[in-house]
T-cell receptor, first 114, second 113 residues
């Protein structure tokens, strides 16, 4: 069964440092997403991406965040200057749009900012 | 905010059917009902979705009331591996498109041996 792959599974970074979280979506999917989940809280939508541009973003996705699809397979989330409150699980998802299968989520990257 | 209301937790005996209710009284005509689950801290897993007809797949059945204001997810023969948080989500189209999904707190289903 096709999977969304995320790397790394764990990342520890110092406050103020830049981090890049990586995702390989399912190959024939067209829509890509990032979500985050702070420990013990709800899964929150960050951003959606289609046709090489952002389609929708939430209030959480401020200027510190950016996304990119640098090649035909990877989808990245960059946090420019991490804050303690950025510590969370970050989930990548992809969707085939109209295929009726919903999203496929990756297993997540646990980001810890110290 | 999530447009759905779910009980925070439920118990079910292993081997029995687990029936998870969801209220979505403000659902609009073009919105689907999606169910996802999250086992421990893994990524959410898609289970099933529907618009107005009842749906069944290899994982579960979805029963949507005629007025579409509520639905029930049925796991026909629950196993210990079905212990998870189950999210009922109302969203656009059929899972694709640009819109993000709004997750609520879900129902923590605990399958008892």
């Amino acid at each position: 069964e096709p999977e969304v792959t995320q790397t790394p599974s764990h990342q520890v970074t110092q406050m103020g440092q830049e981090v890049i979280l990586r995702c390989v979506p399912i190959s024939n999917h067209l829509y890509f997403y990032w979500y985050r989940q702070i420990l013990g809280q709800k899964v929150e939508f960050l951003v959606s991406f289609y046709n090489n541009e952002i389609s929708e973003k939430s209030e959480i996705f401020d200027d510190q965040f950016s996304v990119e699809r640098p090649d035909g397979s990877n989808f990245t989330l960059k946090i420019r200057s991490t804050k303690l409150e950025d510590s969370a699980m970050y989930f990548c998802a992809s969707s085939g749009a109209g295929q009726g299968l919903g999203y496929t989520f990756g297993s997540g990257t646990r980001l810890t900012v110290v | 905010d999530a447009k759905t209301t779910q009980p925070p937790s439920m118990d079910c005996a292993e081997g029995r059917a687990a029936n998870l209710p969801c209220n979505h009284s403000t659902i609009s005509g073009n919105e689907y009902v999606y169910w996802y689950r999250q086992i421990h801290s893994q990524g959410p897993q898609y289970i099933i979705h529907g618009l107005k007809n009842n749906e069944t797949n290899e994982m579960a059945s979805l029963i949507i009331t005629e007025d579409r204001k509520s639905s029930t997810l049925i796991l026909p023969h629950a196993t210990l591996r079905d212990t998870a948080v189950y999210y009922c989500i109302v969203g656009p189209y059929s899972g694709g498109g640009a819109d993000g999904l709004t997750f609520g707190k879900g129902t923590h289903l605990i399958i008892q041996p």
